[in-house]
């Protein structure tokens, strides 16, 4: 069965820094596709950033980019110049053969 | 576009009594999901379906039961509600694998 792991269940930045979340991913299948939600109080699902496996170049969304590294099975998301609205909770998702799997999410905290 | 809608958003059950969540899409997405978040965690695939009359378990699946006649519809059934089933449910849909998912705004379940 496929796992996503996502190693930091608590991270914060200060407001206009750079944070990086981490998560991993075990999979024996070649065709897969990757996602980064974002679930703030309101608890609504909102996609942050998605990326096709295939594609070796990293997804960018703004100020959201990825570090999609294939052989490491790694996609990292990183929050450049972080906004107090970036305050929420993360989850990074895998998709194949029609199933997801979610990580257990990243609390991300951003300090005034 | 209505997008993803479900009903009810909240309700209280008896341990024992049996239930149906909605879950409907207007956008003439394939695939539909069924998730569980507790509190605190990631979503967790209870079912899916990749088109009407397809459906499979995801991994979660004991104590619920789904159908798919039509392609708009997904509903969710449990059965002999257990304290163990309170969450909030999230259903979900995407017209292919490669796509977001959109999510509905979920319904929370208490069984007490």
């Known amino acids: ?112 | 576009n209505a997008g993803v809608t479900q009903t009810p958003k909240f309700r209280i059950l008896k341990i024992g009594q049996s239930m149906t969540l909605q879950c409907a899409q207007d956008m003439n997405h394939n695939y539909m999901y069924w998730y569980r978040q507790d509190p605190g965690m990631g979503l967790k695939l209870i079912y899916y379906s990749v088109g009407a009359g397809i459906t499979d378990k995801g991994e979660v699946p004991n104590g619920y039961n789904v159908s798919r006649s039509t392609t708009e519809d997904f509903p969710l059934r449990l059965e002999l509600a257990a304290p163990s089933q309170t969450s909030v449910y999230f259903c979900a849909s995407t017209a292919r694998q490669s796509y977001e998912q959109y999510f509905g705004p979920g319904t929370r379940l208490t069984v007490t």
């Not at chain 1, 679930?39 to 496996?53: C, D, G, H, N, T």
């Open chain 1, 1 to 112: 069965a496929q796992t996503v792991t996502q190693s930091q269940p608590e991270m914060s930045v200060q407001e206009a820094e750079t944070v990086t979340l981490s998560c991993t991913y075990d999979t024996s299948e070649s065709d897969y596709y990757l996602f980064w939600y974002k679930q703030p109080p309101s608890r609504q699902m909102i996609l942050v950033i998605r990326q096709e496996a295939y594609k070796q170049q990293n997804a960018t969304e703004n100020r959201f980019s990825v570090n999609f590294q294939k052989a490491a099975k790694s996609f990292s998301l990183k929050i450049s110049d972080s906004q107090l609205g970036d305050a929420a909770m993360y989850f990074c998702a895998y998709r194949a053969s029609g199933k997801s799997t979610f990580g257990d999410g990243t609390t991300l905290t951003v300090k005034p």
